[in-house]
Nanobody, 126 residues
């Protein structure tokens, strides 16, 4: 059973930065694509970014391109989301997820991810 635990959320002013972390356990980490999703109040959960099992491929939703960076450290079983130039519309609960199929980097829908963390709140406000 894959367990994912997010951390690093909090309150930040517009234009500020945060780095989210997601620690994985109960699995061989370096065979899974990892992703970040977010859910704002009153909205559906949406894809933010994903990174392939080796870290060589990444994909982002348009609204965060150039501001967010996803990375991973397979030695630490951890995936990160560096968020810069934060905007109020980035306010959401951020979820970490692991891919559903080994060595597969295709699809960025919720159905492509099999295990989820509990989420960490990010609030961007002055």
């Amino acid at each position: 059973q894959v367990q994912l635990v997010e951390s690093g959320g909090g309150l930040v002013q517009p234009g500020g930065s945060l780095r989210l972390s997601c620690a994985a356990s109960g699995t061989i980490f370096n065979i899974w694509t990892m992703g970040w999703f977010r859910q704002a109040p009153g909205k559906e959960r949406e894809f933010v970014a994903a990174i392939s099992w080796s870290g060589t491929r990444t994909i982002y939703t348009d609204s965060v391109k150039g501001r967010f960076t996803i990375s991973r450290d397979n030695a630490k079983n951890t995936v990160y989301l560096q968020m810069n130039s934060l905007k109020p519309e980035d306010t959401a609960i951020y979820y970490c997820a692991s891919g559903r199929r080994q060595y597969s980097f295709s699809g960025n829908g919720e159905a492509d991810f099999g295990s989820w963390g509990q989420g960490t709140q990010v609030t961007v406000s002055s």
